[in-house]
């Protein structure tokens, strides 16, 4: 299985991207669908998880401006990102964890905001 990112690039601090994951074949056993970031000489962080029951999660520094969403049919898993800051520059990663079993992780796509 391969996870596919798409949707980073430049946008202006205020401005808004959509980030989308897809896997190339359905996986089972899935627990959550997650994106991740990690910024220059940052350590990985979770920025928002959704389950297959669609509980989610958000850090607090993405609260309110950032929306998950997960397509347990399509197996796709999106972020909305919204009044981008250029602290939320950085590597997005996708990921999908699964019940007892390794996560899948996508190679990661560049969201860069200027001020």
Known sequence: VQLQASGGGLVQAGGSLRLSCASSRSILDIRARAWHRQAPGKEREL???????G??????????????????FMN???????SLQPEDTAVYYCQVTRWGLPAYWGPGTQVTVSS
């Open 47 to 53: 920025v928002a998880s959704v389950t297959v029951g």
């Open 55 to 72: 509980d989610t999660y958000y850090a607090d520094s993405v609260k309110g401006r950032f929306t998950i969403s997960g397509d347990n």
């Open 76 to 82: 796709t898993v999106s972020l909305q990102m919204n």
